[in-house]
């Protein structure tokens, strides 16, 4: 395909403002999936996604389209809306030069909306407002326009659409071919793809996800990873339509991707360039800026024979998901297992359910905690990702926690609630602004440890709903932070080890002892619990020793199914881990996560 | 308290009718049928006990007829199935201890009087509690006078050998509530006495209520402290605790129930009735029209089956016979295994005996006190994979 008939974009929005419903839309439009194939949400593949109804994976699908005598080839890439994946909408817009960006008619401009809209004009993309569902009774689409002019954007030349409907949905396509610039590679120069994305497939290997920028790459192709210097045959190269479809070539400005038997997956970097093993390009592109992850938990199998398949595991999930960083751990309490590292905590979340589905693994995962910048006394300085790690308060100078940039676009009548909430949340007020006469964007700077948790369940319930927030990265900052630890029957067990701010610690331990009294079965002996700082006890509990435990009838009728009852009792404490002689079920490695400071 | 011999052995026979279905009842048990039902049940049971081909050589030494509520079946019924018995075995059930359970409300004297004629010499009665506001709350066919007018009928009706139930750890129910259930049985002055703590069982109306909210079970220990102070009881009138839940008066324990805890054959008669033999488990169809059409269709009524590997059946002896208050015979076991049980399980029964829980005394090994508290506890080591 000729540069100039191929137009590779992206749809951005808020979370729900319906770039997947687009997207469908589009897929039908131009018959790439007949009616019959369609179901909702096409490409939100991943049985978490259809289940979560959200996009988790960003997701690239060929389009065949149409316009005016001539035929176009457009690569679409649907990506997720949440923070959390910012780094895979940074990625996907990599690979393209254009983007729509879908606001919803009714509830206009959200925080979300404005970090991808400036995430796409960083990448210098091309954006083509889309103002979708104004098929809504409460669609402003007029409103909305305001808000875009107010936010920079041409807001009279946004397109008006109904997803839903299929309204607008031939004039978004042109739109594309008209606005979108064409790919402008170097046909006649070496190749050089990017390397947005892979995936593990047992039969082929590792499946790695480019776009041609440079050249051309063609099957039985002998290809080098610029950054890894592994070489490789390219056995298969295939388009998303959205099913994986093959070709025989890719040509510049194209998206597809090739599997070669790549069995390691260190040998694919999502970043990296290809080229051509004979003929080498000079200079690879450039890659993306690694992301950080900010926050860590301690990932445990609950048998510890599955160490190894957990890091085969997290091996195969990091090839799709490059954001995720591990290394192995050891837990006096838990045994062996990995510090994982994620952009957030629906990050972890997915990360979680998609090891214990796709990898049938059982884990105990330790609460979450953010990273910390320490300074020492001897003028060293450390990064502390696990709170076990924390050196005795003698020994620390400072520490540093991350600090977030945090956005809130709400109503006005609930600016008194955003406020009140960042405060508790140790925010630091930065300024406030209109969008528009009803709503106020409010900026804080943030700990990073202190959303973490339920801050935008907070937010969600003091504003009914209505608020919505983004946040990026900003800096480490000093902070009067304790280290507070949980002692089970005298012993100090590591997973459950926290860093608080000075002045919730005291309020943290009671509330985790508190906790883990009610979630610690009664043993055969009194088990004291214990919350201390810096050494001193603050807080204490006792789990008293187990009065009786004890099946009032056997009779012969009974014997198997009272045995089976013996069984699965057994079965349930052989998933407890034992820590000294004391056993500790799963739920309370994540007790801390339910802890409030009130 | 002398063990039965290793080939002694019984026969249960259920009987799956009653009046009425209690909240937490999960037995094999209907309600809603009538004369012409029970004859064509019992004409059923009595094919399964014809086409039964193999008999253990022992002795049998004991007929237990639960259910349900046997009592509903009219006497001529029990008198059908007893007389079927001995001929097929060719013996006199003299000698035999045969136990019918019975539920107030369903027996008077003349009915007692012709069930004791037929055979049947033991009897087990469900009290349950001493105050009509549970017995009504647990939906009992009964009330409490009609309880103690059943014991006193069963007397007069020539029955010597009379056991009552008791349940602790209702909902709502008191501790001077369960003093008073004890008190009032112990008037009744009967030969056992059963003790069982609630089994909230999944599925049941009492489940139900308990997950709604429509009812709550005593808070904390106080099922325990119901548990002990009904074993201190029951002991300072002179019963002797023999099993977990069971007391006696002296040699009044029921032979039957004891078959099952030293791992005796037992066969199974009736829907849902569990037999046990020569290390194999079976079943019999629980659902009794279907447990009808199978033996009309010239089945012979058994719905599974489990064969337990020597291993398990020597882990099931120990767990099985720890449940009793002496615990199990060393010479017994090795009798019946040709092994020590300290050579099986030696590691296991260091470990319990080092944290308390069980104890030797001369032959036996049994539980200590701490250990019957937490026998589950001790039972799950003989259970599963290690
Ligand atoms: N009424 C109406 N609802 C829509 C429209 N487009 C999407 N939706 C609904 O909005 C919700 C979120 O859509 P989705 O495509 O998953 O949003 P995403 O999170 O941006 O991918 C779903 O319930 C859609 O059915 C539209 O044009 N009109
Ligand atoms: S009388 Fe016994 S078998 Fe019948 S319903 Fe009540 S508890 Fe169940
Ligand atoms: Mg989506």
Known sequence: MKQSEIRNFSIIAHIDHGKSTLADRLIEYTGTLSAREMAPQVLDSMELERERGITIKAQAVRLDYEHEGRHYELNLIDTPGHVDFTYEVSRALQACEGALLVIDAAQGVEAQTLANLYLALEHDLTVIPVINKID????????????????????????M?????????????????????????????????????????????????????????????????MATGASFEVAEIGVFRPHPTTVSSLTTGEVGYFAASIKTVQDTHVGDTVTLAANPAEEPLPGYRPAQPMVFSGLYPVESS??????????????????????????????????????????????????????????????PNVVYQVHLTNGEEIRVDNPALMPPSGEIQEIREPMVNASIITPSEYIGAVMELAQERRGIYKDLSYIDKQRAMLNYLLPLGEIMFDFFDQLKSRT???????????????????????????????AFSMIAHRDKAYQRGRSLVEKLRDLIPRQLFDVPLQAAIGGRVIARETVKAMRKDVLAKCYGGDITRKRKLLEKQKEGKKRMKSVGSVEIPQEAFMAILRVDDK | ??????????????????????????????????????????DALLLQWQRISAIPRGNLVSIFIGGGTPSLLAPDHIDRILEAVRRKLGISLEGVEITMEANPGTVNESRLHKYRLSGVNR???GVQAWQNHHLQRLKRAHSVLEAAQGVEAA??????????????????????EWEDSLTGVLGLNPDHLSLYQLQVEEGTPLAVQLQRGRASLPAGDMSADMADRGRERLI??????????????????????????????????????????????????????????DLQAGGNGIAGEERLERLEEMREYIWLGLREEGGFSRNRFRDKFSINPESAFGAVLGGLHRRGLVERQSEYIRLTGRGRDLANYVFREFVGSS
């Open chain 1, 161 to 225: 659409v109904s997803a839903k409907l299929g309204i607008g949905i031939d004039e978004t396509l042109a739109l594309v071919v008209s606005r979108v610039p064409p790919p402008h590679g170097d046909e006649n120069a070496v190749l050089r793809a990017l390397i947005f994305d892979s995936r593990f497939d047992s039969y082929k290997g590792v499946l790695v996800y480019i776009r041609v920028v440079d050249g051309s790459l063609r099957v039985g192709d002998q290809i080098r990873f």
């Open chain 2, 1 to 42: 308290m002398t063990n039965p011999s290793l080939s002694d052995w019984g026969l249960y026979i259920h009987i799956p009718f009653c009046r009425s279905r209690c909240t937490y009842c999960d037995f094999n048990t209907v309600i809603g049928m009538g004369e012409e039902d029970h004859r064509r049940y019992v």
């Open chain 1, 464 to 494: 009914r709903g209505y608020a919505s927030f983004d946040y990026q990265w900003s800096d480490f900052v000093p902070a009067d932070l304790v280290r507070l630890d949980i002692l089970i029957n005298g012993e100090v067990v590591d």
């Open chain 2, 236 to 293: 300072e009138a002179g019963f002797v605790p023999y099993e977990i839940s069971n007391y006696c008066r002296p040699n009044k324990h029921s032979r039957h129930n004891r078959l099952y805890w030293t791992m005796n054959p037992y066969l199974a008669l009736g829907a849902g009735a569990h037999g046990y033999w020569n290390a194999r488990r079976w079943w019999i169809i629980r659902g009794v029209r279907r447990y009808i059409e």
């Open chain 1, 306 to 367: 599955d160490y190894g398949r957990l890091r085969e595991a997290l091996e195969k999930l990091q090839l799709n998901d490059a954001s995720l960083t591990f290394e192995p751990e050891t837990s006096a309490a838990l045994g062996f297992g990995f510090r994982a590292g994620f952009l957030g905590l629906l990050h972890l979340d997915v990360v979680q359910e998609r090891l214990e589905r796709e990898y049938n693994l059982s884990l105990i995962t330790t609460a």
């Open chain 2, 155 to 176: 007397r007069l009706a020539g029955f010597d050998n009379i056991n009552l139930d008791l349940i602790y750890g209702l909902p709502q129910q008191t501790l001077a």
């Open chain 1, 136 to 159: 809504l009774p409460n669609a402003n689409p007029e409103k909305v326009q305001e808000e875009l002019i107010e936010i920079g954007l041409d807001g009279t030349e946004a397109i």
């Open chain 2, 123 to 125: 009897l087990s009665l």
